[in-house]
Structure formats: structure tokens, C-alpha cells
């Protein structure tokens, strides 16, 4: 499942040289100029970085929930249920978090640049 995702984010985020990938949560992670932007979860779920200020509007969308994966809630994270997940929902999920994670600082070294 994490890794059909995979390929469908790939599918949209293309050939950008600012876009890289590492193995993280039993999936994939895809960074953005070095910092986490969205990510496959090993039971098909998405997580999404949107920031605080995007939250409540993220929560608001089908199958949205705050990332809790150690039992504790992360602000500013959201895990996407793999039923709610069709092409349009994995773009525009995309879209918000490049929304919250485009302007800030580049990160060096963390990520593999495909």
C-alpha cells in the first residue's frame, strides 16, 4: 500500500530537483529543499505537513486527522485515511503542504535528491 502511494506522489511532484526521498515511518518521505513535506505510512495512509496555521481547514477534509503515531498528537501534522486518498485528494494534499513547507530555509543533507 505505502508503496503504490509512493508512485502516485511521485507521479506529481515529477522531475523537481528540490523534491528528495527517505525512508522514514515504514515509508516513504518526500522533502521539499530539504524539509519534510508529505509521506506514506506502511498501512496506506498519507501524512501530510501542513503547519498549525493551515490545521483547522486540513481537519476539515475527509478521512483528516492529526498525526498521532507514538500516542501523542503532533500540531501541524495530518495522516490522510487511504480510503479518502484518490488522485485529486493526493494533489491537493501535495499542494497544501508545498504551501506550508515551500518558504521555508532550505535543509542541507537530509534528504536523497532524486
Same mark, same amino acid.
Given at each position: ?6 508512485e502516485?506522489i511521485?507521479a ?6 528540490n ?12 522533502t521539499l529543499n530539504g524539509n $519534510?513535506m508529505?509521506g ?5 495512509a498519507l501524512?501530510?505537513?501542513v503547519?498549525?496555521?493551515?490545521e ?6 475527509p478521512?483528516?486527522?492529526r ?5 501523542r498528537?503532533m /500540531? ?26 515551500g518558504p $521555508? ?5 537530509s534528504?536523497?535528491? /532524486?
Amino acid at each position: 500500500m505505502a508503496d503504490d502511494l509512493a508512485e502516485q506522489i511521485r507521479a506529481f511532484v515529477g522531475d523537481d530537483p528540490n523534491v528528495g526521498e527517505i525512508r522514514m515511518f515504514g515509508g516513504t518521505c518526500f522533502t521539499l529543499n530539504g524539509n $519534510m513535506m508529505v509521506g506514506t505510512l506502511k498501512h496506506g495512509a498519507l501524512l501530510v505537513r501542513v503547519g498549525e496555521e493551515q490545521e483547522p481547514a486540513a481537519l476539515a477534509l475527509p478521512g483528516a486527522r492529526r498525526m498521532d503515531l507514538t500516542g501523542r498528537e503532533m /500540531k501541524g501534522f495530518i495522516m490522510v485515511a487511504p480510503d479518502k486518498l484518490d488522485d485529486r485528494a493526493i494533489e491537493s494534499w501535495i499542494a497544501m503542504a508545498s504551501r506550508f513547507v515551500g518558504p $521555508m530555509p532550505p535543509k542541507t543533507g537530509s534528504a536523497r535528491q /532524486k
